[in-house]
């Protein structure tokens, strides 16, 4: 079974109407799950501000950036970073490490939804798209913006990966799961670094610029959880003698 | 985080206009909760204020996913100002202003960087403009500048993002034409 997308479309573009369905998605959910779980609504609307502004300078910066100043476009390592960092300056300005947990938490539950959606976009418009392939699911793009023999679907399987991993989170803030921001993140990590054979701009390359981010995120997020891990231990600890006095 | 406040068990703690409180599970004992210095809403819950003491040594224990409150924690329970460190700050109104200041001067340094070479810069200042607002506003809660900036903003970023959306339609509608014209020229 293949499938065939024309790039014909008439006024709206649907790459930009994805990119902002899940932008409105991720940030109201942000939100949302940062009100219900205590965070200050002052402060959960300072992170919504600042969030938008900073994950598109970042996206628009790392692919101008890596592509030494001739490309123009969004690169969704650079919006995560942007995202990550909104969420720590707002920390930085609070000095509430509790909450600054919470909302770190809250920033990786909503960014596979995002970049789910995101990716649906990517499909439609057949950007990022994948390796030449010929077995059943092959895209086949017509039309004006974008033309191409069979080819595989991985914007497709982006989008349902990171659409599960969501799920899986979800799954995990309702079981009140410890950790759930370093599996999330280490799966997102790990997911997108093994898609990325899959796509075109891999060709001809041993490692990408996004497996390598991806493997620095998911270092950065085992060694989060290792220390915040620590930190609790030596909590507990407090809690215990000071109770057994 | 989950406290357990003396008999009353499996409270949250919540803020209710920035101020801590503790939320008490519904079907407790509403006389026990009355005891503790719980107080019923119009909505039927029942929330106790934290004082400064409380507040303190849950900041001290915050990592911990459950914190006890009992007669022999109460009496460990030291003094950690970290809720009142922003008071004394709300009347240095001065330094809200000079970082509403800048953050202006940044602000409209974005229009004419726009428009240079390097627009990408403008994204920098920008940026840079809104977090010096939110500090002000932060940490300065009562400076009248610092509330007519952050509704400012607020107002600027919703006409940013409206300007974008309208400009990516233009930019495709445009390129649309272009591309019919050349197919009809060949």
Redesign the interface.
Known sequence: MNIHICTDYFLFPPYAIMILLSCTAGFTLQYILNVKRGIQPMTSGFITLLSPFMSFFFAFLLTYAASGGQKTGLSSMGGLFGMYLSVITLALINRDKGSTKITLENCTLVLPLMYSISKTGCFLAGCCRGIPYNGPFCVKYSGKVTETGCIFPVQLAEAMVFFIIFAIGMIMLAKKCRHTSVYLLTLCAASKGLLDFLRESHIGKAVSLNQLLCLAAAAAGIIYAAASERELRGNTDTVRASLAK | ?TIHFFEIQNC????NM?YPIFLAPDGTDEELLAMRGFAKQSNGKWIRYVDQFEYGYI?Q?????E??FND??VK?ITYFPIQYNSTAQQENSGTANILCIISVTLMLITVPIFFTKVP?LS??F??AA??LM??A???YPKSTFAKILCII??FL?VIL?VIS?AA??TL??AC?EC?NSL?SCS
Request: charged fraction near 10%; glycine fraction near 4%; hydrophobic fraction near 60%.
């Open positions: 985080m949250t703690l919540l803020y920035g900041m224990l915050r990592n911990c996913e914190i006890v022999d924690t460990n990408i994204g920098f920008f940026i809104m977090v939110i500090i506003r932060v940490m903003y607020i970023a993002l959306i990516i339609i495709y509608i649309n591309v197919s």
